[in-house]
Nanobody, 118 residues
């Protein structure tokens, strides 16, 4: 099973920036899409941004223009640059890696807390 380890979370003031990293290791196989999801207290987990192995990106409307997802496929690492952070961005951010044809196909990290103070 793939191990995903997130880092870079923390406490920041509104308007500030953070950069999250997620490194995949162990039986990485062929990872296609990697991405970030988040879950705020009392809410469902939601998509933040994804990036395919070909570099195609997808963003939630709420983060477009503020967040940028990037990837180093050679290192099996995905990044999330978060700028102009808002209090509503406060959540646990989870890394995800998709491996079609493997079990489990969808792999999750343990999450990293991002707190944006107003």
């Amino acid at each position: 099973q793939v191990q995903l380890v997130e880092s870079g979370g923390g406490l920041v003031r509104a308007g500030g920036s953070l950069r999250l990293s997620c490194a995949a290791s162990r039986s990485t196989g062929i990872i296609t899409t990697m991405g970030w999801y988040r879950q705020a207290p009392g809410k469902q987990r939601e998509l933040v941004a994804t990036i395919t192995s070909g570099g195609v990106t997808n963003y939630a409307d709420s983060v477009k223009g503020r967040f940028t997802v990037s990837r180093d496929s050679a290192k099996n690492t995905v990044y999330l640059q978060m700028n102009s952070l808002k209090p509503e961005d406060t959540a646990v951010y989870y890394c995800n890696a998709d491996r079609p044809g493997y079990s489990p196909r969808s792999n999750w990290g343990r999450g990293t807390q991002v707190t944006v103070a107003s």
